[in-house]
């Protein structure tokens, strides 16, 4: 989607891209039965393009260089897998291995790895752990799916509020616990309540006589471990941040979320709203079984042959009306179409907006309002061209009469129900994105239909 | 889309959410000209919330808080704005006060502002900038839009390669000039070409007397200015980066970028995603005027005419068949139907692995394959399921025989079209987003119709 097609290519070839290559000369190798040559050829790459790496691998080509990597396989490519090809990578591992990966990630990369087990499956795993590692990960766990707590890395800088900037420099120097990567140092009370955060940056530029306290920064906002990744997602946009402190019910320091795992979810959040859009399974991707993908497809499938066979029966009403006028067959699927579009297109502005929490009380008729107003107006222009259309092709003014009613009227109720319905939906609890495409068809083709053969077999007949 | 609507929302209250009171209470004191009690009710507030805040309030309302804010409005919530948003806002303070705004704002920040206005108010705002901070966005400005040019912050913490830890933070204690926050100190050999970074968290574990270039990264991405900001977004996430050195032509460090500037591209990147695929403009948000709202909607609807218009004419070839038969017109839309959904399906899984950069040469012609296969059989699934219901409604088991014919003709042609339209389109430099779905809705229709009638015509009469 770049603007700039020849740099943006040789940029992505620097940047994460493998190139073509390099997969090509490892498939070469595997095929050949070269596995000293692959493994040399693999040798100095990233864990994250190792994992990409294996992704596009055939499957058995993927499996015979697992194999080839055997116990020198970075604990890291786990964590970094696409689900669907980290199961089979699993399978193949066995569940010792497995146990002996996961030890060595952090905690956020070590739950996100066990959670995706079969529960038996984890139990065994759990059990390989040290104690330290599995009550950890069994806390985590305990935590709701997508989370807060689970996101959380649990390792966490965290001083009393008294402290100089001296001190929690010599502090650092000398423990040895401290998680790899942190970008804030917390101050925490003696019940190990967060009272303010220091980003390092400023310990950095402050003299060692200086109080954290004074250079803290207050007016962090605290996440409850429940809270939902999505308004987490949400927080660390508004805010800018890159990281945030994460508190029990008590209100003490738990955890610590970093912007790097905010990234990812914010990918995945976004892939499962296009995902449900579109009807498909978040577990529906390239790497996906055929058999898989036939379950994933069917149900969404399914759903929409119920409503072709509500608008079916709309038609069926007015059969005698068309078997007269034949042109009336050949026009219907016109007003239908326009308005399914129409309805998406508000659908996609309401989805965005409730994903940005801008819908509020005050401009939520506003928006409704809007949209109806705009289905109006361009049903006019449409219910113009589509009227002239219909007049000059079957030579009949009064068909075109009727079809521009049509039209005006479906593109009307598109920008109504477009609107409404993934509000109302959302209000009820149900993930707009999910559900509203399936009615908003169910609706449009429904009025479409009605009201245009209708109107024929009251005004044309 | 919280599993746990009730904590959700507690949880959102607690974080970006502003609560419903606060703005009402708002809007009822500028409705009775108590602007004092306005000023004090948002006094406390976070810019990005009073961003918010603005964002929500109906037109005039928002007009008089801003006069009411006056001098004192905070140049960072220009920043924070919708687009839509800051436009009436920047027309209402006039560009002397926008020009105050943006010579306080970070450079990054200040080019996002400035990069939106005409050409003749940027030329005016520019004039009255610092000759400094002028050239800096002039520069800013030259590179293409969307490029890591763009999204750069200029102030970097370079350091020489041969520094030791305890020089570094001397520098840093001592120097007025560095940026507000940064993660990184960047190594820079004598031509000012980056050789390595230093996460802050790693300068503070090290002892005073280690060199830098001892602990240092030195396997660090350099994102060229002119790469396009999608594919600086993919290598932060790929990698889990916080911060990466830019670099012009000649590999001199130019700027870095932060991943709080990634996150707003990841949502910008991801709204145009779903904005494009449903045939909306990237301004058509809540807060557009209807005009332009109109206008956002219209060509896409027109594009969509232009597809319902070739089915139509496709049904009139076989007008005389359906006089003979109206079943086949009440029957045609499911057909149609069907293929649509099938081939958004299809549509999206490709669209993803296409943003996530998963498709190589080696697996499209497989995931091709996979989805004609995913056809056929989803495609015979529903044949006798719509074979069964049209020959137990007509009681013409022919009938019922030619529909399944062609809705499994159709789901393999919506597998194909689904992952085949999208891939090519890229090939060709077009965003598939975009493009695809009027595509699909033309191939679908016309084979759906097409394949139905003419098999009916041949086979039944």
Redesign the interface.
Known sequence: ?????E??Q???E????LG?EL??AV?AALAEGREDEARELIGGL?Y??LA?LL????TDHRARLVETLGDGLDPNILAELDETVRERVIEQLGLDQVAAAVAELETDDALDVVEELDVEDQKEVLDALPDEERTLIEEGLSF????AGRLMQRDVVAVPTHWTVGQA?DY??DFDG??????DIFLVDPAHRPAGAV???R?????RHVALAAVMNA?M????V???Q???A?????????SAPVVDGAGRLAGVIT??D???V??E???E???R????GEE???YAA?MD??RS??T??LI??G???I??FV??LF?AT??QM??L??????V???GG??S??A???A???IAM???????TF??IG?EV??GF??GI??AI??GL?AWVWFGNGALGLVIGLAITTNLMVAGLAGSAVPILLQRW?V?P?VASSAFL?AIT?VVG?YVFLGLAAALLL
Chains 1, 2 share one sequence.
Do not use: C
């Open positions: 989607v770049s603007d700039f097609p740099t943006g040789a940029a992505a620097g940047l994460g891209d073509q997969t090509q498939v990233h994250a393009d990409d992704e596009r691998l055939p709701p799916e997508d989370s420099i650092m120097r401290l998680p790899n990567d942190f970008f980003p390092l940056s310990v950095m530029r402050s003299q007016d906002k605290l996440v409850p429940e809270t939902d999505e308004d987490v949400f927080l660390f946009r508004q805010r800018d941040l890159i912007v790097d905010i990234v990812d914010i990918y959040e976004h892939e709203d296009i995902m859009l579109a009807g498909v529906d991707d390239l055929v993908t036939l497809r069917f969404w499938l929409h042959l409503t072709a066979v608008a079916a038609i069926s059969a068309i078997e034949v042109a067959a050949i026009l219907m699927p016109i239908a179409a326009m579009t129409a998406v297109q659908l996609a502005v989805v965005r907006a929490k801008e819908l509020t009380p005050t401009n506003r928006t809007k107003v705009v107006l361009n222009l449409f061209l589509i259309l609890g993930d994105a068809t083709d239909f």
